[in-house]
């Protein structure tokens, strides 16, 4: 015989009452643990109108109305992959009629691959963000990609342990995440080729007419060599004002497009970079470059290039530090670049977006944009690494050393 459990709406206490409430608390816990377990058939709680009777039955029975109602593919399995419920929604996934599917094994609906990490995945049933995306296979063959979330339900007694799962179908979610990919491809491919044609016409145009200002300042220097004065003075300032912004239109258009990058490769690229970075801010660069015997992949080599230089203008801009390692290895089949300095660090999960440039956004794309992923590791006080892994797709060897 099941007890039914009688709920009076919650009154204000005042705080003397603390112990009463402690009280009314430790019932309510076990009221909810009874009903979890099955031992209550109906809650009564009193409202406004009076006394009102919620059977567990009929709550059952909306919530069996609302998992049949579901997109997602919903399921009750033993600890043993055996199907005890599945919704409609989840025969519709894998195109099988529900009688084929209650009773029969869960694991057959995937690949050898992916039942490898089915285990793994129901130990984590505890966790409250236990997900895995793995491919559902179809009656007729056909893969569908899902995220599977799963819960271990509450033991009834004498009972053994089940897990409810819920299946999300992520086919638009994949499709939505290459069309960002395809778009970011665009993004960065019309970006470099902006850059080119900036760079090319800083250095065709601007830079001829500089230096063609620097040789007449000279020319006038020169000229007035014979007098001594303002006049002579403001000569010179003119010839060093001249000197200095052909050779800041010069590293501008470097930075657009590097033609060392081109010419010389990576490694020499870097060690330019690194130079011009620790002669501008007097921030040292420790710089460790692999030698490759052969190039990398022209995309890699010049995400590798804009990441370094986006990481470099945050150590100048934001850092406040007195060292910057930079090292480019290979580390299996990956190429990796890490950007390490020992300045004041940041929060990474705390960036308002609206408050920062695009810069820490534009290093992840460079890497997405070549197969490769970034990590960021930061804290206050505690300095800056930035790490960046990209797959080579070719086989690359390194030189002997
Ligand atoms: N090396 C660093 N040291 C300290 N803070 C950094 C570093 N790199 C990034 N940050 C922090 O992250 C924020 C976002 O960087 P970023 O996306 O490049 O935008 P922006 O540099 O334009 O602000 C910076 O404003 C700064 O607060
Ligand atoms: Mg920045």
Same mark, same amino acid.
Request: some cysteine; charged content about 25%.
């Given at each position: 015989?099941?007890?039914?459990?009688?709920?009076?709406?919650?009154?204000?206490?005042?705080?003397?009452?603390?112990?009463?409430?402690?009280?009314?608390?430790?019932?309510?816990?076990?009221?909810?643990?009874?009903?979890?377990?099955?031992?209550?058939?109906?809650?009564?709680?009193?409202?406004?109108?009076?006394?009102?009777?919620?059977?567990?039955?009929?709550?059952?029975?909306?919530?069996?109305?609302?998992?049949?109602?579901?997109?997602?593919?919903?399921?009750?399995?033993?600890?043993?992959?055996?199907?005890?419920?599945?919704?409609?929604?989840?025969?519709?996934?894998?195109?099988?009629?529900?009688?084929?599917?209650?009773?029969?094994?869960?694991?057959? %609906?995937? *690949?050898? !691959?992916?039942? /490898?990490? +089915?285990?793994?995945?129901?130990?984590?049933?505890? $966790?409250?963000?236990? =997900? #895995?995306?793995?491919?559902?296979?179809?009656?007729?063959?056909?893969?569908?990609?899902?995220?599977?979330?799963?819960?271990?339900?509450?033991?009834?007694?004498?009972?053994?342990?089940?897990?409810?799962?819920?299946?999300?179908?992520?086919?638009?979610?994949?499709?939505?995440?290459?069309?960002?990919?395809?778009?970011?491809?665009?993004?960065?491919?019309?970006?470099?080729?902006?850059?080119?044609?900036?760079?090319?016409?800083?250095?065709?145009?601007?830079?001829?007419?500089?230096?063609?200002?620097? %040789?007449? *300042?000279? !020319?006038?220097? /020169?000229? +007035?060599?014979?007098?001594?004065?303002?006049?002579? $003075?403001?000569?010179? =300032? #003119?010839?060093?004002?001249?000197?200095?912004?052909?050779?800041?239109?010069?590293?501008?258009?470097?930075?657009?497009?590097?033609?060392?990058?081109?010419?010389?490769?990576?490694?020499?690229?870097?060690?330019?970079?690194?130079?011009?970075?620790?002669?501008?801010?007097?921030?040292?660069?420790?710089?460790?470059?692999?030698?490759?015997?052969?190039?990398?992949?022209?995309?890699?080599?010049?995400?590798?290039?804009?990441?370094?230089?986006?990481?470099?203008?945050?150590?100048?801009?934001?850092?406040?530090?007195?060292?910057?390692?930079?090292?480019?290895?290979?580390?299996?089949?990956?190429?990796?670049?890490?950007?390490?300095?020992?300045?004041?660090?940041?929060?990474?999960?705390?960036?308002?977006?609206?408050?920062?440039?695009?810069?820490?956004?534009?290093?992840?794309?460079?890497?997405?944009?070549?197969?490769?992923?970034?990590?960021?590791?930061?804290?206050?006080?505690?300095?800056?690494?930035?790490?960046?892994?990209?797959?080579?797709?070719?086989?690359?060897?390194?030189?002997?050393?």
């Amino acid at each position: 015989m099941k007890a039914s459990v009688h709920l009076r709406p919650a009154k204000f206490a005042p705080s003397r009452e603390i112990a009463k409430l402690q009280a009314r608390l430790a019932i309510a816990e076990e009221t909810i643990r009874a009903i979890r377990n099955g031992e209550v058939d109906a809650v009564i709680g009193s409202g406004k109108k009076g006394p009102q009777v919620f059977a567990l039955e009929s709550t059952e029975h909306g919530h069996r109305v609302l998992i049949e109602s579901m997109d997602e593919g919903a399921l009750t399995l033993t600890a043993n992959n055996l199907i005890l419920y599945a919704n409609r929604s989840f025969a519709r996934m894998v195109q099988c009629p529900l009688e084929k599917i209650m009773g029969s094994c869960f694991r057959r %609906f995937f *690949s050898s !691959a992916d039942r /490898a990490l +089915l285990r793994p995945f129901m130990k984590q049933a505890g $966790a409250s963000d236990a =997900k #895995l995306q793995v491919q559902l296979i179809a009656a007729d063959g056909s893969c569908l990609p899902v995220q599977l979330s799963i819960q271990e339900l509450p033991k009834l007694a004498r009972e053994r342990v089940t897990f409810s799962l819920v299946v999300t179908d992520m086919t638009e979610a994949r499709r939505s995440e290459s069309m960002l990919r395809a778009f970011t491809h665009r993004v960065v491919q019309v970006q470099e080729a902006e850059r080119t044609n900036v760079a090319l016409e800083l250095h065709d145009n601007v830079t001829q007419l500089l230096l063609a200002g620097l %040789f007449c *300042s000279q !020319a006038l220097v /020169a000229k +007035l060599s014979a007098y001594s004065g303002p006049v002579q $003075a403001e000569a010179m =300032k #003119l010839r060093a004002l001249l000197g200095q912004a052909s050779a800041q239109v010069e590293r501008i258009s470097r930075d657009l497009r590097p033609s060392v990058l081109d010419h010389l490769g990576l490694d020499a690229l870097f060690r330019t970079t690194g130079a011009e970075f620790s002669a501008r801010t007097g921030i040292p660069v420790k710089l460790t470059c692999v030698e490759w015997a052969g190039r990398l992949p022209a995309d890699t080599e010049l995400a590798l290039y804009r990441i370094l230089q986006e990481a470099l203008k945050n150590v100048e801009q934001h850092a406040r530090t007195r060292h910057v390692t930079v090292n480019l290895s290979q580390s299996g089949d990956h190429v990796q670049l890490t950007i390490q300095d020992d300045g004041t660090g940041f929060n990474p999960d705390k960036l308002n977006g609206g408050k920062h440039g695009l810069g820490l956004l534009g290093m992840r794309e460079r890497a997405t944009y070549v197969g490769g992923k970034i990590t960021v590791k930061s804290a206050r006080r505690s300095g800056t690494k930035i790490e960046v892994r990209i797959p080579l797709s070719v086989v690359v060897n390194v030189a002997d050393a």
